[in-house]
């Protein structure tokens, strides 16, 4: 039988923005009028369909308004009710993916005051990622060292498709932020929209659009690892959230093979690149995609090769598991131990002087 989770550090829970409405208090006046001119205010973008069973499960379905808007239902499902020590957010929403470079990086900087101030001074059981607009490197940079004085924001967060390869030396000065204030990058699941999932085009439905995303974290990791950033960013931890987990193993067992065929070709990777995964990339448990069986799950975490690399996540509010414990059956108490509380506090620098 799966087992309870107590006490433990979930590094993935969704509160959502209610509109750009609740947001203008943290805007300047400028883009105050400029949302409210346009008619943008009541605005309400998303990369679910709302009313897909996905989207919210259907007992953390609020009776009114948009799954993850209600704090006090918020606090006794994901938090009370797991008996939770520590919850990261991650707030999706437009900021990160607008055309607008300067848009985006408003709506960047209102998110983050907003849970701020609405989420994590409620709750000190709540830390955040830092929202930054993917559209402009410099911009997310400055968003970064406006925020990294404050230590209940724990890590930087990216859509999983940005507008190319993240291993591009064009981020590298975000990494170098992240890096020197000791903040993991992570990537969630989710696109800016400026390319198709797949190599072939558009899907035409949402099953495979959502399926696809697997696509786009392999080629990422890819990247990360063949353009060097591993290498010139030892420090720095890629947290992928939502890519799911199965995809890992035969990855990294391709990626090692080719390296070794091809590695004059980028002679500046001198690591294998399983070693670099293992050490630089760690995963959320949900959505976990492997057969319900403890013999498969046992078998999987040992493909893997690491019992550092998952991190326990709910993914609140939206449906990824049955029951009341996101944990599989076939992890052994020692592991629960390490994904629930040892990787997160490993992950997360700013995590250690809060939680013993």
């Not at 409620?122 to 911009?139: E, F, G, H, K, W």
């Not at 131990?337 to 040892?342: G, K, L, M, Q």
């Amino acid at each position: 039988m799966a087992k309870q989770v107590r006490d433990a550090i979930d590094c993935d829970v969704h509160p959502s923005v209610p509109s750009i409405k609740v947001l203008l208090p943290y805007m300047s006046d400028f883009w105050q009028e400029s949302f409210t001119a346009r008619g943008l205010d009541g605005f309400v973008p998303g990369s679910f369909p709302v009313n897909a069973p996905i989207n919210c499960r259907a007992d953390f379905r609020p009776k009114e308004g948009k799954p993850g808007t209600d704090f006090a239902l918020f606090r006794e499902q994901a938090l009370d009710a797991f008996d939770t020590r520590i919850a990261i957010c991650n707030t999706l929403y437009g900021g990160a993916v607008a055309v607008s470079e300067t848009m985006g990086a408003a709506l960047c900087s209102a998110v983050n005051d907003w849970i701020a101030q609405e989420w994590l001074a409620r709750d000190t059981r709540l830390r955040a990622s830092i929202v930054v607009p993917a559209q402009s490197p410099y911009l997310a940079v400055e968003e970064i060292e406006r925020l990294a004085g404050d230590d209940r924001f724990v890590q930087i967060l990216l859509p999983a498709g940005l507008e190319m390869m993240l291993g591009r030396r064009y981020y590298w000065p975000l990494f170098e932020a992240a890096q020197r204030h000791k903040l993991p990058i992570a990537l969630h699941a989710g696109t800016m929209y400026r390319h198709a999932p797949t190599s072939n085009g558009w899907p035409s439905h949402y099953l495979q659009d959502y399926v696809s995303n697997t696509q786009a974290f392999e080629s990422q990791l890819l990247s990360l690892v063949h353009e060097g950033v591993l290498g010139k960013f030892p420090d720095l931890t890629f947290v992928f959230l939502e890519s799911g987990v199965t995809w890992l193993p035969g990855l990294i067992w391709r990626a090692v093979k080719t390296w070794r065929g091809v590695r004059p070709e980028i002679p500046w990777v001198k690591e294998s690149p399983a070693v670099q995964i293992r050490r630089q990339l760690r995963l959320s448990m949900q959505p976990f995609d492997a057969p319900p069986d403890a013999a498969t799950v046992e078998r999987l975490i040992d493909q893997i090769g690491s019992d550092e690399m998952l991190l326990f996540a709910t993914d609140y509010p939206h449906w990824q598991y049955e029951g009341d414990t996101p944990i599989p059956d076939g992890m052994s108490d020692s592991l629960i131990r390490r994904i629930t509380h040892d990787n997160p506090l490993a992950t997360y620098s700013r995590l250690k002087e809060t939680v013993s």
